[in-house]
């Protein structure tokens, strides 16, 4: 666990985790209540790999493509999924290719369709600041945590 001691702090961390992520198809999931930064991590973290432009949440469309250095970069925001079985009619498998990065928030509101993270990311917001957890689940993520310390 970390602290984070404001929007740019998450910002930052964000950065130093997208400089790390392998070049192979890896998932994150990002949980924690409304408001926690999900959002404006998955922006550092995009912004960290080259992403020049806005990075808006897609509530409403669900998903923002992002292409980045040639790689298929996948911003999911499930906070409005009624049903998980609405994943399957997004087509949700043709997301999870060979380099893609996938990002997804309120992954729970998929339980069930959704493959399983590499990495877990919770954000808790204690003002004035965050507090940010990391959990592996796989190989990838383990080394990418233990370079990070948490």
Known sequence: MRWLADEQATVDFAAELAALLPASAFCIHLTGDLGAGKTTFVRGLLHALGHTGNVKSPTYALVEHY?????????????????????????????????????????????????????????????????????????????????LHI
């Open 67 to 147: 292409t980045i250095a040639g790689r298929p970069v996948y911003h999911f925001d499930l906070y409005r999924l009624a049903d998980p079985e609405e994943l399957l009619y997004l087509g949700i498998e043709d997301y999870f290719s060979a380099n893609s990065l996938t990002l997804i928030e309120w992954p729970e509101q998929g339980a069930g369709v959704l493959p399983e993270a590499d990495l877990r990311i919770t954000l808790h917001y204690q003002p004035p600041g965050r507090q940010i957890s990391l959990t592996a689940y796989s190989a990838a993520a383990v080394e990418i945590c233990d370079k």
